[in-house]
C-alpha cells in the first residue's frame, strides 16, 4: 500500500504520518495514562509499530528528540527501517538549540521547537551514514 504523498522542502511526506507521544508517554490524559503508555510502549512493540507502519506505506514519523526515541531509531534503522524522522524539541531539554543539533546528528531530517512561541522549522540535517540507513536529501 502507498499513501500520497507531499514535498515539504525537499522530502517527500507521506499524507499519513505516524506520531510518537504515546511511545514517549504524552497522553494528555494524566499520569496515570501516561505511566500506561511507557509502560506498553517498549522498544520492541516500538519497533514493531514503525515496522507496521512502513508496511501500510506511511514513510513519517513526528517525535521527540530525546534519549528513549533517538535510541530506538537508530535500532530500527540499524535493522533496516527506512521511517524518516521529523524531530520536535524535547521540553525537558533546556538547550532547545543544543537539542535541535543532537536530533540532526542523529537522524532528524527537521526540527521544530515544541513550544508555540518558538514553533519554527528549523534545519535538515543527514542522517549518520550506514548502509542500512535511508539517505536523507538535504536543504538550505
Not at 522498544?43 to 521527540?64: C, D, H, M, P, Y
Amino acid at each position: 500500500m502507498a499513501f500520497d504523498k507531499v514535498q515539504v522542502g525537499s522530502v517527500q511526506v507521506s499524507r499519513l504520518a505516524i506520531g510518537g507521544n504515546p511511545f514517549s508517554g504524552f497522553s494528555h490524559q494524566g499520569e496515570k495514562r501516561d505511566t500506561e503508555m511507557r509502560r506498553y510502549y517498549t522498544v520492541a512493540r516500538i519497533k514493531e509499530t514503525l515496522r507496521r507502519a512502513e508496511a501500510a506505506g506511511i514513510n513519517t514519523f513526528f517525535g521527540r528528540a530525546d534519549n528513549h526515541v533517538i535510541r530506538t531509531l537508530q535500532e530500527y534503522w540499524d535493522e533496516g527501517g527506512t521511517i524518516q524522522w521529523f524531530a520536535q524539541t524535547a521540553s525537558k531539554c533546556e538547550d532547545y538549540i543544543r537539542n535541535i543539533k543532537t536530533a540532526a546528528a542523529n537522524g532528524g531530517i527537521r526540527a521544530a521547537t515544541s513550544t508555540a512561541a518558538r514553533a519554527t522549522t528549523t534545519g535538515t540535517a543527514t542522517r549518520p551514514a550506514t548502509s542500512a540507513r535511508p539517505s536523507t536529501p538535504t536543504s538550505s
